[in-house]
Each structure stands twice: as C-alpha cells, then as structure tokens.
C-alpha cells in the first residue's frame, strides 16, 4: 500500500494550496480518508476527513470555512482545497486510510491503517 501526498509549498498568507494524495496497493473505496497535519513541536491533528462514497465531509472546527476535502474512487485520489491560509497553517500535512468496517470518519489518529509520507505546507506572514 502507498499513498502518496504532493502539492504542498510556500505560499503567502492569505493564498491557497491543493494537496493531493494518490493511492495504490488497496481498494480505495473501501477506505475512509482523512488529512492530518504537525506543526513544528505540536501533535498529529486531524485536519479532514471523507467517508468511503464521497458524500460526508468532516473537518476540525478550527479550520471550517477554509477547506474543501474531496475524493476521486476512480481515481484513487484524495485532495484537500486549503484557502486563507494563514501562519499557524504551517505544518507536514499526511494523508491517511482507515479501512475499520463501517467505521465514520475518526479524529483520532490512532485509528488510521495507512499513512502517506507528507508534504510540507509553508505559510510566510
């Protein structure tokens, strides 16, 4: 199984960014995806997440409003649309599976089966 994050950058603040994750090795509809960031010195904190069918969508309540988390079975890809983006955005963002059966979308990280590599997401002030 692979899943591989891309998209991240430098951007202003203010500006947006499209994270993408593209999945291989598994089938994809099976799984709940989900975005998850680190801070420097911070915890793993879930970011989004999608149920299996595309139709549910959760994020953390600190960053409503500003993301978009959308998914592509066809595909096997997994993006997050990231508008506003502000300083304390800056972080590795991973993008990750949870293949438990009828499971909803979990915050907790622990939940996940599959982890991608990350990709870095940098905010200039």
């Known amino acids: 199984v692979q899943l591989q994050a891309s998209g991240g950058g430098l951007v202003q603040t203010g500006g947006s960014l499209r994270l993408s994750c593209a999945a291989s090795?598994?089938?994809?509809?099976?799984?709940?995806m989900s975005w998850f960031r680190q801070g420097p010195g911070k915890e793993r904190e879930f970011v989004a997440g999608i149920t299996r069918n595309g139709i549910n969508t959760y994020y953390a309540e600190s960053l409503k409003g500003r993301l978009t988390i959308s998914r592509d079975n066809a595909k096997n890809t997994v993006d997050l649309q990231m508008n506003l983006l502000k300083p304390e955005d800056t972080a590795v963002y991973y993008c990750a599976a949870d293949f438990r059966v009828g499971a909803a979308v979990q915050a907790n990280f622990r939940s996940y089966d599959y982890w991608g590599q990350g990709t870095q997401v940098t905010v200039s002030s």
């Open positions: 090795g598994l089938t994809f509809s099976s799984y709940v």
